[in-house]
């Protein structure tokens, strides 16, 4: 069986006592592996020992969910984002505001960058 060499982390979900992450390499192609709690806990310290031992940094790893939501609370003045299943960040009108601006900003300087390599 050939190696499967993950990129980046596309999707993570965690339910009852197991964790399943989706990695994507080069080329797009998708694994997902899910672990029990047991074995994350092993995993936490390998990869601990690696990130320790290793120059190399792991920062170009990027998460990119496949959906995303928006709200707004019922009980507090605040905009709501949910990535994936994960509980959604709130956000004060203001902050939602710097971050759309933000997003905007990034989005245009992106669409003139061409990348050689997934993020």
Do not use: W
């Given at each position: 069986?050939?190696?499967?060499?993950g990129?980046l982390?596309?999707r993570?979900?965690?339910?009852?006592?197991?964790?399943?992450v989706?990695?994507a390499d080069?080329?797009?192609r998708?694994?997902?592996?899910?672990l029990?709690?047991?074995a994350?806990?092993?995993?936490?310290?390998?990869?601990?020992?690696?990130?320790?031992?290793?120059?190399?940094?792991?920062?170009?790893?990027?998460?990119?969910?496949?959906?995303?939501a928006?709200?707004?609370?019922?009980?507090?003045?605040?905009?709501?984002?949910r990535?994936?299943?994960?509980?959604?960040?709130?956000?004060?009108?203001?902050q939602?505001?710097q971050?759309?601006?933000?997003l905007?900003e990034?989005?245009?300087?992106?669409?003139?960058?061409?990348?050689?390599?997934?993020?």
């Open positions: 069986m050939d190696k499967f060499c990129e982390v596309v993570s979900v965690h339910s009852g006592s197991r964790l399943e989706e990695f080069k080329a797009g998708r694994q997902t592996i899910t029990s709690a047991d994350v806990s092993v995993l936490a310290e390998i990869v601990g020992q690696f990130s320790r031992s290793n120059h190399r940094s792991c920062e170009h790893l990027t998460k990119i969910p496949r959906h995303y928006v709200g707004s609370g019922k009980h507090e003045p605040v905009v709501l984002l990535f994936e299943d994960e509980p959604a960040y709130g956000f004060s009108p203001d939602a505001v971050l759309g601006e933000a905007l990034e989005a245009e300087a992106m669409s003139t960058i061409r990348y050689s390599a997934p993020q």
